[in-house]
């Protein structure tokens, strides 16, 4: 009942930059939380940003100073900005949100993204 469609990742040099977006379709009321997380192979996946409807913003500490997050609450949107890329940035990013359903009266749930590859290379 909801999609969470990515774009934007691919393959840069160390330095690099790339700009991933989100959007969320379906029969959604509200959208509470957006973000992403990240998992590198091998490896425990991480919530890298996150930014509430009301703008409030946390950013994972090794990424803050290089990633900026930002939403359109109308466009139900959200991107990811990656600055001063650094090869341990490498995983896949799966974008989510805590949404509202159209009818219902009080409960978010969380919904996930397909996940989109970002390779840095050194």
């Known amino acids: 009942q909801v999609q969470l469609v990515e774009s934007g990742g691919g393959l840069v040099q160390a330095g690099g930059s790339l700009r991933l977006s989100c959007a969320a379709s379906?029969?959604?009321?509200?959208?509470?939380?957006m973000g992403w997380y990240r998992q590198a192979p091998g490896k425990q996946r991480e919530l890298v940003a996150t930014i509430i409807s009301g703008g409030s913003i946390k950013l994972e500490d090794s990424v803050k100073g290089r990633f900026t997050i930002s939403r359109d609450n109308a466009k139900n949107t959200v991107w990811l900005q990656m600055n001063s890329l650094k090869p341990e940035d490498t995983g896949v990013y799966y974008c989510?949100?805590?949404?509202?359903?159209?009818?219902?009266?009080?409960?978010?749930?969380?919904?996930w993204g397909q996940g989109t590859q970002v390779t840095v290379s050194s």
């Open positions: 379906g029969s959604i009321f509200s959208i509470n939380d």
């Open positions: 989510y949100c805590q949404a509202r359903l159209i009818g219902s009266t009080s409960l978010f749930r969380s919904y």
